[in-house]
């Protein structure tokens, strides 16, 4: 692709060189030797990539930097010096720059920071476009429950007021973080997410934190961790409640002091970042046992936000479907395809363990079970055996004890079905309920479930 580029560098040598380079790989390149000048330029005319050194006399390239964001330009801005240190690079991220590139600049390394800065702008203009189409946050709804859920995101996400986020898998919890990031007053601010529950415990220091080049065997190059990377932005930790108690206290001086050390650094680094936290698990329960720590727990547990399973919500599920079939609909080029009310109320008596996660997955098996331009009870029977067309499910409601309880044996009941259906195959009676296997073993558990008896 080919790109507009503009250098600044008070060096005639350098210039020549770069635009040189540039040009031969098919990029237009403009030069300029004054930084105020240039400034002007850019406020004139677009550009798609700047290149700008950083010691020049009348306007230091760092000075022109925090110029060129003030006047709201979002041109990507690589800073470059013969004279580089780490304040200087660590000072031109938080201003804003793309990259730090340390003179002399290697034709390669020039054309693949060109390269990287257009697919990033790329990749931003589509994730604008996919926002636009979802429309708002994003998140689908009817009912009361999630209006007042949403009117406690809104409020929240106007302070610095640290949350947590609770709710089962599947819910869209990662969601509402980033409904809180882009509702706050760091919107213009990078989003950086970690699932504490994905990264090994020996290797998740250096995702937060960051480590120095030769800190440890294996690391190659500096690694710049998620809170530096979240610098003026929201750092959203998912799964928080299986961070490792080492990890926990850690997190916590961050949290306390706001400030993060490298792996083999020598001094620490300031950090401006608004961190959102979410866990399916009970942290009470995980303080009470030992397993969270509790002074990390009050730090954490500001403002929770509970987010309700897809069982408690039916009133949303018809939206939802009409919601997910359309996604997939337009990302398949098929024929639009209805739900007959009939469809959709067995679709409410289901008890969705899976949640959100496993609607979505159902939706779509069901546009491709479906004959005709509707999708039918027969059609629900065939794509989730659970549900019956009409519209109660296969197993038999228990009659007495709370809502929990009997939400709970109905679980059982069908999770006990989908196991008798797949001959005891725990992979595959997963996927039919759209749940990790992980996640299956752990409600198994909790509903009282032996799979070793059940293989006997």
Same mark, same amino acid.
């Given at each position: 692709?080919?790109? *507009?580029?503009?250098?600044?560098?008070?060096?005639?040598?350098?210039?020549?060189?770069?635009?040189?380079?540039?040009?031969?790989?098919?990029?237009?390149?403009?030069?300029?030797?004054?930084?105020?000048?240039?400034?002007?330029?850019?406020?004139?005319?677009?550009?798609?990539?700047?290149?700008?050194?950083?010691?020049?006399?009348?306007?230091?390239?760092?000075?022109?930097?925090?110029?060129?964001?003030?006047?709201?330009?979002?041109?990507?801005?690589?800073?470059?010096?013969?004279?580089?240190?780490?304040?200087?690079?660590?000072?031109?991220?938080?201003?804003?720059?793309?990259? $730090?590139?340390?003179?002399?600049?290697?034709?390669?390394?020039?054309?693949?920071?060109?390269?990287?800065?257009?697919?990033?702008?790329?990749?931003?203009?589509?994730?604008? *476009?996919?926002?636009?189409?979802?429309?708002?946050?994003?998140?689908?709804?009817?009912?009361?429950?999630?209006?007042?859920?949403?009117?406690?995101?809104?409020?929240?996400?106007?302070?610095?007021?640290?949350?947590?986020?609770?709710?089962?898998?599947?819910?869209?919890?990662?969601?509402?973080?980033?409904?809180?990031?882009?509702?706050?007053?760091?919107?213009?601010?990078?989003?950086?997410? =970690?699932?504490?529950?994905?990264?090994?415990?020996?290797?998740?220091?250096?995702?937060?934190?960051?480590?120095?080049?030769?800190? $440890?065997?294996?690391?190659?190059?500096?690694?710049?961790?998620?809170?530096?990377?979240?610098?003026?932005?929201?750092?959203? =930790?998912?799964?928080?409640?299986?961070?490792?108690?080492?990890?926990?206290?850690?997190?916590?001086?961050?949290?306390?002091?706001?400030?993060?050390?490298?792996?083999?650094?020598?001094?620490?680094?300031?950090?401006?970042?608004?961190?959102?936290?979410?866990?399916?698990?009970?942290?009470?329960?995980?303080?009470?046992?030992?397993?969270?720590?509790?002074?990390?727990?009050?730090?954490?547990?500001? $403002?929770?936000?509970?987010?309700?399973?897809?069982?408690?919500?039916?009133?949303?599920?018809?939206?939802?479907?009409?919601?997910?079939?359309?996604?997939?609909?337009?990302?398949?080029?098929?024929?639009?395809?209805? $739900?007959?009310?009939?469809?959709?109320?067995?679709?409410?008596?289901?008890?969705?363990?899976?949640?959100?996660?496993?609607?979505?997955?159902?939706?779509?098996? =069901?546009?491709?079970?479906?004959?005709?331009?509707?999708?039918?009870?027969?059609?629900?029977?065939?794509? =989730?055996?659970?549900?019956?067309?009409?519209?109660?499910?296969?197993?038999?409601?228990?009659?007495?004890?709370?809502?929990?309880?009997?939400?709970?044996?109905?679980?059982?009941?069908?999770?006990?079905?989908?196991?008798?259906?797949?001959?005891?195959?725990?992979?595959?009676?997963?996927?039919?309920?759209?749940?990790?296997?992980?996640?299956?073993?752990?409600?198994?558990?909790?509903?009282?479930?032996?799979?070793?008896?059940?293989?006997?």
């Amino acid at each position: 692709m080919k790109a *507009q580029l503009l250098i600044v560098d008070d060096d005639a040598n350098t210039l020549a060189s770069l635009s040189r380079a540039f040009r031969l790989a098919g990029h237009e390149a403009t030069v300029c030797d004054n930084p105020i000048k240039a400034l002007e330029m850019i406020k004139a005319e677009k550009f798609d990539v700047i290149f700008s050194d950083v010691v020049m006399p009348g306007m230091d390239g760092l000075s022109l930097l925090e110029q060129i964001k003030a006047a709201g330009v979002a041109t990507p801005v690589v800073m470059m010096s013969g004279q580089a240190h780490i304040e200087m690079a660590v000072k031109a991220t938080r201003l804003g720059a793309l990259d $730090f590139l340390e003179k002399p600049i290697s034709t390669d390394k020039l054309l693949l920071t060109v390269q990287n800065a257009l697919q990033l702008e790329r990749l931003k203009q589509e994730n604008q *476009q996919l926002r636009q189409q979802l429309g708002g946050s994003g998140i689908v709804f009817t009912g009361e429950k999630m209006r007042k859920l949403l009117a406690q995101v809104e409020r929240v996400a106007a302070s610095e007021t640290r949350v947590c986020i609770l709710g089962e898998t599947g819910t869209g919890k990662e969601l509402i973080a980033r409904t809180i990031h882009e509702k706050s007053q760091r919107h213009a601010g990078p989003y950086v997410t =970690l699932n504490c529950a994905a990264v090994p415990a020996e290797l998740i220091e250096s995702e937060l934190f960051g480590h120095e080049k030769g800190s $440890f065997t294996g690391a190659a190059s500096r690694h710049i961790g998620k809170f530096e990377q979240a610098s003026d932005g929201t750092l959203f =930790l998912d799964e928080i409640g299986d961070m490792p108690l080492a990890m926990q206290a850690k997190l916590l001086r961050v949290l306390e002091q706001g400030e993060v050390e490298r792996i083999g650094g020598d001094k620490p680094v300031k950090v401006n970042v608004r961190v959102v936290v979410a866990t399916h698990r009970k942290l009470e329960e995980q303080v009470k046992q030992g397993h969270f720590r509790q002074d990390l727990f009050h730090r954490i547990f500001v $403002f929770p936000i509970v987010l309700p399973p897809l069982r408690e919500r039916p009133e949303d599920i018809p939206a939802l479907a009409a919601h997910f079939a359309a996604q997939i609909v337009k990302q398949n080029n098929w024929k639009e395809i209805t $739900f007959s009310p009939e469809a959709l109320r067995a679709l409410q008596a289901h008890s969705w363990p899976g949640n959100i996660r496993e609607l979505r997955n159902v939706v779509e098996r =069901l546009l491709l079970f479906a004959e005709g331009d509707a999708v039918t009870p027969a059609t629900v029977q065939a794509a =989730l055996p659970g549900a019956v067309a009409s519209g109660e499910t296969s197993a038999t409601i228990p009659g007495t004890g709370t809502l929990s309880e009997r939400v709970e044996q109905v679980e059982r009941q069908m999770i006990l079905d989908e196991i008798k259906r797949h001959n005891q195959n725990i992979t595959n009676t997963a996927k039919a309920l759209g749940l990790e296997r992980s996640h299956l073993y752990k409600k198994c558990q909790q509903l009282g479930i032996d799979l070793r008896e059940l293989r006997k």
